[in-house]
């Protein structure tokens, strides 16, 4: 056939299409989440004026702290899980980190509970601006680990009251940089089996680092857990978009880290988005680092670089 697709192909394209124009038609978040509104930060826990409580973890210096840290876990996981040796790290160079639990994971009541990107965000955002005034005058870097990352790059796009961003193994590689293909897979599960909970088993084999004892101890936790369901995944697909779309407004210099040996975020992809980023700054590849780049065997190179950074602002 001449000067045109053949009409197998035209019919794939329309349902392609099709597919992705009811994007916005995907599954709703569950439990109709509110905005936190003002946010109190009490002793393990941050209160939003709704009644909406999240758990909350603060490692601090012996010292004054020479410039504050706000860290973003990733899908499934928890801020103790993921940053705790990090922090206690960073604690040692003078820095305060303060981690909180997503609505919809780790210790929080809404665990299981897609929040929704939108309101990933915002909670970081409201969560931000209440250190900030907790700690007037003292340099915040934003940490976003994985899902954690889009939350903290879309975050900087809509108003997140950070001087620096770290974006560590980032969801970030939504919009044109994430395959057709997979885009109306994460639709489809979404939009037709949202409440299905899939572990993977027997269709695919993702290691998330080298440190076989952190993910042993991550199997054992009651707050992990890593079995998606279908509106979760399509979800993760709006976190990323999300932060591709932002990346061009967000201005505060940005570093992202990546892992060569992660199995789960494309570093083709992150690199692509990363250079669209406004303030973007350095982009590092460890070349033994995975997914899981602040618990695996390296880590403490992850670490260091951190630091570095964080107290490229301190006062």
């Given at each position: 056939?001449?000067?045109?697709?053949?009409?197998?192909?035209?019919t794939?394209?329309?349902?392609?299409?099709?597919?992705?124009?009811?994007?916005?038609?995907?599954p709703?978040?569950l439990?109709?989440?509110e905005?936190?509104?003002?946010?109190?930060?009490e002793?393990g826990?941050i209160e939003?004026?709704?009644?909406?409580?999240l758990?909350?973890?603060?490692?601090?210096?012996?010292?004054?702290?020479?410039?504050m840290?706000?860290a973003?876990h990733?899908?499934?996981?928890t801020?103790?899980?993921?940053y705790?040796?990090?922090?206690?790290?960073?604690?040692?160079?003078?820095?305060?980190?303060?981690?909180?639990?997503?609505?919809?994971?780790g210790?929080?009541a809404t665990?299981?509970q897609?929040p929704g990107?939108?309101i990933?965000?915002a909670?970081?955002v409201?969560?931000?601006a209440?250190?900030?005034?907790?700690h007037?005058?003292?340099p915040?870097?934003?940490?976003?680990?994985?899902?954690?990352?889009?939350?903290?790059?879309?975050?900087?796009?809509?108003?997140l009251a950070?001087?620096?961003l770290?974006?560590?193994?980032?969801?970030i590689a939504?919009g044109r940089?994430l395959?057709?293909?997979l885009?109306?897979g994460?639709w489809?599960?979404?939009?037709f089996?949202?409440n299905r909970?899939?572990t993977?088993?027997?269709?695919?084999?993702l290691?998330?680092s080298?440190?076989i004892?952190?993910?042993?101890?991550?199997?054992?936790?009651p707050w992990?857990?890593s079995?998606?369901?279908?509106?979760?995944?399509?979800?993760l697909?709006?976190?990323?978009?999300?932060?591709?779309?932002?990346a061009p407004?967000?201005?505060?210099?940005?570093?992202?880290l990546?892992g060569?040996?992660?199995?789960?975020?494309?570093?083709?992809?992150v690199?692509a988005?990363?250079?669209?980023i406004?303030?973007?700054e350095?982009?590092v590849?460890?070349?033994?680092?995975?997914?899981w780049l602040f618990?695996?065997?390296?880590?403490?190179a992850v670490?260091?670089?951190?630091?570095?950074?964080?107290?490229a602002?301190?006062?």
């Open positions: 056939m001449r000067g045109g697709l053949a009409p197998d192909m035209l794939r394209r329309a349902l392609l299409g099709g597919m992705l124009s009811l994007a916005g038609c995907g709703r978040p439990g109709a989440p905005p936190l509104g003002a946010v109190r930060l002793a826990q939003g004026e709704g009644g909406t409580a758990a909350l973890s603060a490692w601090a210096p012996a010292g004054r702290p020479r410039a840290i706000l973003l990733g899908y499934g996981d801020a103790q899980t993921t705790d040796a990090a922090a206690r790290f960073w604690a040692a160079r003078g820095l305060l980190t303060y981690g909180y639990d997503h609505r919809g994971f210790e929080n665990r299981r897609w990107a939108e990933l965000a909670d970081a409201a969560i931000a209440a250190l900030r005034a907790r007037p005058g003292l915040l870097t934003v940490i976003g680990h994985s899902m954690g990352g889009g939350v903290a790059l879309a975050a900087a796009g809509e108003g950070a001087d620096r770290v974006l560590a193994a980032p969801a939504g940089n395959s057709p293909a885009r109306a994460g489809a599960l979404g939009a089996t949202p909970r899939f993977g088993d027997g269709v695919v084999s290691q998330p080298d440190n004892a952190a993910m042993r101890a991550a199997a054992e936790s992990h857990y079995d998606a369901s279908g509106r979760e995944l399509w979800g697909v709006r976190v990323s978009d999300r932060a591709a779309r932002a407004r967000v201005r505060q210099p940005t570093l992202t990546m060569e040996k992660d199995e789960y975020i494309p570093v083709g992809a690199r988005v990363h250079e669209q406004a303030g973007a350095g982009f590849l460890y070349p033994e680092g995975w997914h618990r695996d065997l390296q880590a403490e670490w260091r670089d951190v630091a570095r950074f964080a107290l602002t301190s006062i």
